[in-house]
């Protein structure tokens, strides 16, 4: 069967993958700054006689043809980049790259999608159609490096019927697989406010407009335009996460900037959102006496799982790992650039056990001591080959 084969594949290639992925690992590049992990990327395509090319700059994107390579075509995606982090793993193959770090598992995605490209390489007179292996760059800053992928046509010529996309879970343990049919993740805007006036003493505040207690009442006032006119049904969170302004005692500054983030499930309430935005902070900061400049820097749409797609992979997930270890993803107001391909083909975004408590991996994404259990590296990549081989719509 298939499905043994592949499995014998992802276990005898297992320690090659490991090794692949402690290189990326302690080699982290920045978002669009993946030009090594590019060119690593390509080189493993090459050796393995794999048919590319490249997009977006550092993206790549790969070719595997089965029997009748235009009978079916189904996407496979893993992304690249890393993060802005100094690592305190102290693992052996910790970054090298001081203040850079795999600290999301892009290195764990990149290595399963390498594997899976192997695996469905050498077993591509055992299945049907063409696999897209889409490398891309720059998920973790906008705009998204799937939106740019997506401009220069990655999702054309041929067209897939549907796409797949993993991510490391650490609250989901080693050996165990999640899904989700519909909205699975928020979509992401950065808000980017600047109250101003003239400044002045302390203690002659009716002499100014005070920005420091302007912003006060912005952050409450926001708080409650959200949570009035969205609908409650539909998750939507606001969350002001920065306040800069003054450096003393006994002066009113000038400026206080505020920074932010705004989540949404609803594009149409997303936008309606950002307009409320705006005009309380115009009409609220003016009426207390300030000026205000605002930004808000649209970022990724949410995450929609196809609901034939993702019932789909379940089923295939549950006979690849057996239905004890496939269980239903929680729904999360974290964001992804995914999203990008839910909004044009069918997309399934699943996630990928990798705690460990009794070997103290435990720590979340984004964090400086975020790590993976490394098993689960067999069972990405097995798993990724076989939806690429099997996926149907």
């Not at 009748?68 to 102290?90: C, K, M, Q, V, Y």
């Not at 049919?181 to 406010?193: C, Q, T, Y």
Request: with cysteine; glycine share 8%; aromatic share 8%.
């Amino acid at each position: 069967m298939l499905k043994d084969k592949i499995k014998a594949l992802a276990s005898r290639y297992h320690d090659e993958f490991i090794a692949i992925r402690r290189y990326l690992h302690a080699h982290p590049e920045l978002s669009y700054q993946e030009f090594e992990t590019s060119k690593f990327i390509r080189e493993k395509l090459d050796q393995w006689n794999i048919r590319y090319e490249v997009k977006a700059t550092t993206g790549v994107v790969g070719y595997v043809q089965g029997n009748n390579p235009h009978s079916r075509t189904f996407a496979l995606r893993g992304d690249i980049d890393a993060l802005p982090i100094l690592e305190e793993t102290g693992m052996a193959y910790q970054s090298v790259n001081e203040g850079i770090m795999h600290a999301c598992g892009h290195d764990v995605h990149t290595t399963c999608l390498l594997g899976a490209t192997r695996i469905l390489n050498e077993l591509k007179d055992e299945w049907e159609g063409t696999v897209k292996l889409i490398f891309q760059p720059g998920e973790e800053r906008n705009p998204g490096g799937a939106s740019l992928m997506i401009k220069e046509g990655v999702l054309e010529n041929p067209r897939p019927q549907g796409i797949f996309g993993l991510h490391v879970h650490p609250g989901l343990p080693i050996g165990k697989l999640s899904f989700r049919k519909g909205r699975v993740m928020a979509s992401a805007d950065e808000i980017f406010i600047t109250v101003k006036s003239k400044g002045g003493h302390a203690a002659a505040p009716h002499l100014t407009a005070d920005t420091i207690l302007i912003a006060s009442h912005l952050i409450v006032s926001l708080q409650q335009v959200i949570s009035r006119n969205n609908n409650p049904t539909s998750p939507s969170v606001l969350s002001i996460c920065s306040i800069k302004g003054g450096n003393t005692t006994n002066v009113i500054p000038s400026e206080v900037k505020l920074m932010g983030t705004f989540r949404a499930m609803d594009e149409e309430w997303r936008y309606k959102a950002h307009e409320l935005i705006k005009k309380q902070t115009y009409e609220l900061v003016h009426a207390l006496g300030g000026e205000a400049d605002i930004l808000i820097d649209v970022g990724y749409p949410f995450v929609d799982n196809d609901p034939l797609l993702t019932d789909d992979a379940w089923a295939l997930a549950k006979d690849f790992m057996g239905s004890e270890n496939v269980e239903e993803t929680e729904l999360r107001m974290g964001a992804e650039d995914f999203g990008y391909y839910t909004h044009v083909v069918p997309g399934c975004f699943y996630r990928l056990g990798v705690r460990n408590e009794d070997k103290g991996i435990i720590h979340n994404v984004h964090t400086p001591k975020f790590n993976v259990d490394e098993r689960a590296i067999e069972i990405g990549m097995g798993m990724m080959a076989f939806f690429g081989a099997k996926a149907s719509l």
